[in-house]
């Protein structure tokens, strides 16, 4: 819980009713990396920018959708002085629904653990989810480390500065990973 308040406080989240906030178009101002934060930032760098984000499932050996008129928005700026990477989810797009689901991310690299550290709260989830991420071999993976949940992983991957994925895996009956979802994003061009 200390960890919830610390992070409410540090985003200058409001505790306003949500009707009662302003919905704001793409993001254009996305702050930069502190001139000393780790080089490593640059490694969630493609999650800066506002994107809408199409879903998939694996079927059959190969993706099935994207589910048409089902997408959601993912938007990630530096904050914490610029020490971090804070993104934003919503599903659906809150142009869409402004009672939409969201939850926002707080992403800083450890050094002296090699990896990332992140905390994830959302709406209805109850409970702040800590989660891990760390370049092996050449791929960025994350994991869940609170609450424990062992048969989870996913991985990002880039196309290009305009587009970007996260691949869910979970393990199946013979404990081998395979591939469930995948979140596609596609860049909100700022006006």
Not at 36 to 46: I, K, R, V, W
Not at 60 to 68: H, L, R, T, V, Y
Not at 112 to 139: S, Y
Not at 153 to 171: G, M, N, P
Request: charged content about 25%; overall charge negative; proline content about 7%.
């Amino acid at each position: 819980m200390k960890k919830l308040v610390l992070m409410i406080a540090c985003l200058g989240l409001s505790v306003a009713p949500l009707a009662a906030q302003e919905l704001a178009p793409p993001r254009c101002e996305y702050g930069s990396p502190h001139a000393n934060a780790p080089a490593e930032l640059s490694q969630f760098g493609f999650l800066i920018g506002d994107y809408k984000i199409s879903f998939y499932a694996w079927r059959d050996g190969k993706w099935a959708g994207p589910q048409p008129g089902n997408y959601a928005r993912w938007n990630g700026y530096y904050g914490l002085g610029g020490m971090a990477i804070i993104d934003e989810w919503f599903h659906p797009d809150p142009a869409t629904d402004i009672d939409a689901p969201r939850g926002v991310n707080v992403r800083m690299y450890d050094p002296e653990a090699g990896e990332w550290d992140m905390m994830w709260v959302a709406t209805g989830a109850h409970q702040v989810q800590d989660l891990r991420a760390k370049v092996q071999d050449g791929v960025l993976w994350m994991w869940q480390v609170y609450p424990d949940r062992p048969n989870f992983k996913a991985r990002f991957d880039v196309t290009d500065e305009d587009h970007w994925a996260r691949v869910s895996y979970i393990k199946n009956d013979s404990g081998e990973w395979v591939k469930q979802f995948k979140l596609a994003a596609e860049r909100i061009p700022c006006e």
